[in-house]
């Protein structure tokens, strides 16, 4: 099946009752709380912070315990472009410029250094474990890809896709995100080509990683997944 937009959230979210049959006994522990309405998220733990954007003191502190990260960032050329897109990218999402994202804004200003022919508005990159869609997010916005494959577990999917939907905005979300479930279906996606201007980001459940045989990478992110093995 393909799912489109608000379709894929409303599928992932219609399972959270159900077991994932990709999760380990660390996330069944770590998603045991977890709920969303519709419009909000509770028992969101184990794969990065959450906290509301930093303003006034709360912001200087944060700017200076992340100063000795910043400077690791600034070996790269492309740092500050991506560190400036960063921080309208979580604006926009309603997040804090965290220490969890800043270590994927420097990981992403690595890469364009070191394989910047991996990162082109022709690539395609798979991204897994990407908690809150921060580094879907940060490619996406920067136009350093064609294809986006994000892989997840499915609470943790769902978020991801809710918080790029707060990204791209409705119309956006629409058109270039979907969810696709089946090796068919895949294949037409990857032989078909993308014509939108934007990188079509494709959603993944972990339990159908199967589907990803017939999707070439030219670039693959694990994003601190799988660590409780």
Known sequence: ?????????????????????????HWNKYHSD?????????????????????????????????????????QFSEFGKIDKLTSAVTQKQGRAYSLDVLRQSITLAFLRQWVPERTTSDSTVWIIGDGF?????????????????????????LVDLWY????????????????????????????????????????????NHQILQVCPADLVINIASMQEM
């Open 1 to 25: 099946m393909f799912y489109s937009g608000q379709q894929s959230i409303n599928y992932l979210a219609g399972l959270i009752s159900e077991s994932d049959p990709a999760s380990s006994s």
């Open 34 to 74: 977890f709920s969303f309405d519709g419009n909000s998220f509770a028992g969101i733990q184990g794969f990065g912070d959450l906290d509301k954007p930093y303003w006034g003191i709360k912001w200087v502190m944060n700017q200076f315990l992340q100063k000795k990260y910043r400077k690791m960032g600034q």
């Open 133 to 157: 869609g921060t580094m879907t997010s940060l490619i996406y916005a920067a136009g350093f890809a064609k294809r986006i494959v994000l892989i997840n577990l499915n609470k943790t999917l």
């Open 164 to 207: 790029l939907k707060r990204l791209l905005g409705s119309s956006n979300f629409e058109s270039n995100v979907s969810l696709c479930t089946e090796v068919l279906d895949m294949e037409k996606i990857v032989t078909s080509g993308v014509k939108a201007k934007l990188p079509h980001i494709i959603a993944v459940q972990a339990a």
